[in-house]
């Protein structure tokens, strides 16, 4: 205890000392700075230049734009990820897992031998085991199985590579999302959005470098914090836009205010920000400094690549987009034209995957199906727009849910359901990745005969961040950010790289 | 206190230096002053400096041997030679001032004794430095058959090169086992450590086993320690090698299986045992597919990066390890083909540049073939046709040229036979009509059409 009181004492010496040359600085060339305009803080070129005339400490460039870009430390295979997560976890049995010999003991009480000592979300006592409630068929070249819920998926089947013995300790929609998208199932720690911004940053100076979607009328349980910044400057948590009216709230500039009446407002607020700044040297003043500047071009530039009714009526097609609407076809080819402009991160969250039986929507049979039907398009269309316009090749598309499902039928309070449902299950399900750095049409993993855990291949969710930090240039092991007297990890003290799926 | 005994336990590798001086330069003089006798007075006072140093440096000493925590057992040689130093000084002292009262000492020759004081300082200075530095500090910058000849233990880690040529002829134990052994094993279980009674740098000692008995059943890796130890979980006390120690790569230890389950052959090649490709492919040279050429170039200087930064350029390196640089004008859509001297002073470094959305014409081609590492290039957007496109051909590197969205006309795509590394073209949105891909020069070269569609199915408008 009084080891960690210690480094956290040098932890607040070691921040004030950084503050402190700072100003130094600042009260070195304090006229400097308040004669600087707005537009060159932002390049970054006055401030970087005269510290060297003064022989001072330099602000790095990051300083005055945090997402001002780093090269990673090895050559990366992409620039850019688009995370699509099907939140309430999408059934593997029904869509990528086949498992015809499951259908052999449909109806069959479960063996007692795989539910002792293990906790599920709602079944109770033996549930019955349950077969394959879709049709399922080799496709493409790689033969790899689609089944009939998803049948525009088969025409890129040969461009995803399937991890089919995923595995997470959580069993919970939110700590599992958590989990899955920070590498932790509490609360604190950076999503892999804020990560890769973090130590990328992003390219176009008019976008956010991560940005969320949301569709399927919810938002995951698990809260914004699964695109939160963490322990990480709040910089770099993901910006949430709306598919549907505005796409940020409050980006229109209000009745009777001229663009022009707006810049000298934040020209006004930065200079007292500045002043600020000059007097108390605290870095997130800069970082707000440049917020408002960054909003200010967003303005322009947000809804204008957020507009998809300027694209070509057979690319909506492609998608199936629904202008207007909320929709995942729509995010989808948001996402392309937001990758096409530079920014680093997507993620899309598609709610309504939680098939437990229990209401018509969440059926296995049904609902389902109506989902696979919202997204097997747009996913398709996705691909292959993104490979005929030479994006795919560096980006890194990853698809998956929280969890799996189980192979038994849920039982709720031990009782038949109303409709078909599989339980939360996390000890086997399917995800898939594309793109560039990723082997094309290969499956790795392998399930038991009825899918119930991994045989062959298993992978963690660390396993999946080390994969995706290394495409992005990382070795996720030395990626590491210093917080509260130790070295964070996106990986933890885990994961290793899934070899078998990098081409 | 305490705070006393470290702050000035801290000066003793300043102070030190002081009494060193005082006696090397004593020696010198006593040396130089043989025959001439010109220093007789000087001297003494020298040797007496020395040894009131000295005695600071070995208080001082002490107290950073109490204050910083050493244990006595690392310091007792440089604290005891220390103390000599500091008493053979002041003897050196009162010999040279002819005190009588240590007749002893007249009859000892100068010459002798000042040898050595020599030989005693060196000794102890050398203690020192090995408790501050390490011991093998000298010796570590040295090449390991010198490291070797002077008794220091060296590792050196035999690499394993097969490739797509050689892999069949390699011999199985010479080219491959005994590297994967010497790598990960040797270092404990060798000549010079030999933990367990186990050694394995040679066929005798690796048949021979440890003090379990044999480590090897024929033909049999599941029974053999030799592989077993190394999968068992790694927290697991048998486990080899240590937990903490470097691990074999799970492609060697399936060799180790493999090697062990044809009875472990000590002679014979890959090929002539009949192993199979696969085991090895993980030692062959990797290809080298990264977006810049596999060679070695000078970085540009960061006023230059700076400069054209602060005129609206993208520019980033592509990885901390590499001087080649990514440009982009995705911040500069107002980029006309006269503003590509702002990127002269960086030709040589660009590998990937994206020019796409930009305001260029066909003149650009000219300039782009003076970018002599290019290898991806982005020009879609643009109002470029494709008119001397061919100029590009004479680039070395360029792998793949995105012309999505231009005004690529279907004539200059003839050209594109005669790049030399080029691998894709993206054709997307042109005015060169065709869809999915075509393939040129036997393959070498993809077309990218694009126009990709999604026919309509009767299960889309289905709600169930």
Same mark, same amino acid.
């Given at each position: 205890m009084e080891d960690l009181i210690k480094r956290l004492i040098q932890e607040k010496i070691a921040r004030e000392a950084e503050a402190k040359t700072r100003r130094h600085f600042i009260k070195s060339c304090a006229q400097g700075m308040g004669g600087l305009a707005l537009s060159s803080i932002f390049m970054g070129c006055d401030p970087l230049e005269k510290p060297k005339a003064k022989n001072t400490i330099a602000f790095s460039e990051r300083d005055l734009n945090p997402l001002a870009t780093l090269a990673p430390p090895f050559a990366p295979k992409v620039k850019s990820v688009i995370y699509l997560h099907m939140a309430g976890a999408p059934s593997q049995l029904e869509m990528f897992?086949?498992?015809?010999e499951l259908q052999k003991y449909h109806g069959q009480d479960c063996p007692q031998s795989l539910l002792e000592g293990r906790k599920f979300a709602f079944i109770k006592g033996t549930p019955k085991l349950m077969g394959p409630q879709a049709e399922f068929k080799q496709e493409g070249e790689s033969g790899n199985w689609v089944s009939?819920?998803? +049948? $525009?998926?088969k025409k890129v089947v040969d461009e995803v590579a399937f991890l089919k013995a995923v595995h997470t300790d =959580? !069993?919970?929609h939110g700590p599992a999302q958590l989990f899955m998208h920070t590498? *932790?199932?509490?609360?604190g720690r950076p999503s892999i959005g804020a990560w890769a911004t973090y130590g990328l940053g992003s390219p176009?100076?008019?976008? +956010?470098g991560f940005v969320v979607l949301t569709s399927g009328g919810n938002t995951p349980d698990a809260g914004k914090s699964v695109w939160g910044s963490g322990f990480l400057p709040s910089v770099y948590q993901g910006v949430q836009c709306r598919s549907? &009216?505005?796409?940020?709230?409050? #980006?229109e500039d209000p009745d009777g205010m001229t663009r022009d009446l707006k810049k000298s407002t934040i020209d006004a607020i930065n200079k007292i920000n500045k002043e600020e700044y000059a007097k108390y040297a605290d870095p997130e003043i800069l970082a707000r400094i440049n917020q408002y500047e960054m909003a200010y071009r967003m303005q322009i530039a947000v809804p204008e690549v957020m507009?998809?009714?300027?694209?070509?009526e057979n690319v909506q097609q492609m998608y199936g987009v629904e202008p207007g609407k909320e929709s995942f076809a729509n995010n989808c080819l948001l996402a392309r034209k937001l990758v096409e402009d530079g920014v680093r991160f997507v993620q899309l969250f598609d709610w309504g995957?939680?098939? %437990?039986?229990?209401i018509r929507e969440g059926s296995i049979d049904l609902g389902l199906r109506n989902k696979c039907g919202e997204i097997d398009r747009p996913i398709a269309a996705l691909i292959l727009d993104l490979k005929q316009r030479g994006l795919l090749d560096e980006t890194l598309i990853v698809w998956g849910g929280e969890f799996g499902r189980t192979p038994m039928q849920e039982n709720r309070g031990n009782k038949k359901m109303a409709y078909k449902g599989r339980d939360h299950h996390g000890d086997a399900f399917t995800m898939w990745m594309a793109g560039g750095g990723i082997k094309k049409g290969v499956s790795h993993g392998k399930t038991d005969d009825i899918g119930f855990? &991994?045989?062959?291949g298993r992978v963690s969710v660390h396993d999946i961040h080390a994969t995706i930090l290394h495409l992005l240039g990382f070795d996720h092991e030395q990626f590491t950010y210093e917080f509260q007297g130790r070295h964070f990890r996106l990986t933890d003290v885990e994961g290793e790289l899934i070899k078998e799926i990098l081409a | 206190m305490d705070v006393l005994k470290q702050v000035l336990g801290r000066l003793h590798p300043l102070i030190v230096h002081l009494p060193i001086g005082f006696i090397i330069l004593g020696l010198l003089l006593l040396w130089y002053d043989?025959?001439?006798?010109?220093?007789t007075k000087v001297i003494p006072l020298v040797y007496l400096w020395g040894g009131i140093s000295a005695a600071l440096a070995c208080i001082t000493g002490y107290l950073q041997y109490l204050g910083e925590g050493y244990a006595f057992d690392t310091v007792k040689w440089h604290l005891w030679s220390g103390i000599a130093t500091a008493l053979f000084s002041f003897l050196m002292y009162a010999k040279l001032k002819g005190?009588?009262?240590?007749?002893?000492?007249?009859?000892?020759p100068t010459l002798v004794l000042s040898v050595l004081f020599f030989l005693l300082i060196s000794f102890t200075g050398h203690q020192g430095g090995n408790i501050t530095h390490g011991e093998d500090y000298l010796v570590e910058p040295l090449p390991n058959h010198i490291k070797s000849a002077l008794g220091f233990e060296t590792f050196e880690e035999k690499a394993i090169v097969l490739n797509e040529e050689n892999w069949e002829d390699a011999p199985i134990y010479d080219d491959v086992i005994k590297p994967i052994l010497n790598n990960n094993?040797? *270092?404990? %279980?060798g000549q010079k450590k030999t933990k367990g009674e186990l050694?394995?740098?040679n066929p005798e000692v690796i048949l021979k086993g440890g003090e379990n008995g044999e480590i090897i059943v024929v033909n049999d890796p599941e029974n053999s320690e030799l592989y077993t130890r190394l999968v068992l979980?790694? /927290?697991?006390? /048998?486990?080899?090698?240590?937990?903490?120690k470097r691990q074999p790569t799970p492609e060697e230890t399936e060799l180790i299986k493999a090697w062990l389950s044809i009875g472990?052959?000590?002679? &014979?090649t890959i090929g002539e045992l009949g192993m199979e490709k696969e085991l090895f492919l993980s030692f062959f040279p990797k290809k $080298?597919?990264?977006?810049?050429?596999d060679i070695q170039i000078s970085a540009a200087a960061q006023d230059t990066i700076m400069n054209i930064k602060n005129k609206g350029f993208h520019v980033e390196h #592509?990885?901390?390890? *590499?001087?080649f640089l990514e440009v982009s004008c995705i911040n500069k859509?107002? !980029?006309?083909?006269?503003?590509?001297e702002i990127l002269m002073p960086i030709t040589e470094q660009i590998a990937i540049l994206d020019l796409g959305g930009? =305001?260029?014409?066909?003149?650009i081609f000219e300039k782009l @073939?003076?970018?002599?590492?290019?290898?991806i290039l982005k020009l879609d @957007?643009?109002?470029?046709?494709?008119?001397?496109?061919?100029?590009?051909?004479?680039?070395? $590197?360029?792998k793949s040229i995105n012309l999505t969205? *231009?005004?690529?006309?279907?004539?200059?795509?003839?050209?594109?036979?005669?790049?030399?590394?080029?691998?894709i073209a993206y054709v997307f949105g042109t005015k060169v009509e065709g869809e999915g891909v075509r393939t040129l020069k036997d393959g070498q070269i993809t077309i990218d059409y694009g126009n990709y569609e999604l026919p309509p199915l009767p299960s889309d408008s289905i709600i169930y």
């Open positions: 897992d086949y498992k015809p009939n819920f998803m +049948p $525009h998926f =959580q !069993f919970n590498g *932790s199932a509490r609360l176009n100076q008019n976008l +956010p549907k &009216g505005d796409p940020v709230l409050y #980006i507009n998809i009714n300027n694209e070509p995957w939680d098939t %437990h039986g229990n855990s &991994g045989i062959e | 043989r025959k001439r006798k010109e220093y005190i009588q009262q240590i007749d002893f000492l007249n009859k000892v094993c040797v *270092s404990c %279980h050694q394995l740098h979980p790694k /927290d697991d006390e /048998d486990h080899m090698p240590p937990k903490e472990n052959p000590f002679e &014979g $080298h597919d990264a977006d810049h050429p #592509i990885s901390k390890a *590499s001087h859509p107002s !980029f006309v083909d006269s503003d590509f930009t =305001q260029i014409t066909d003149a @073939a003076t970018l002599p590492n290019l290898t @957007a643009t109002a470029i046709t494709g008119k001397n496109i061919e100029l590009l051909t004479s680039l070395e $590197h360029l969205g *231009s005004n690529l006309e279907e004539i200059y795509l003839q050209s594109f036979t005669e790049f030399k590394k080029l691998e």
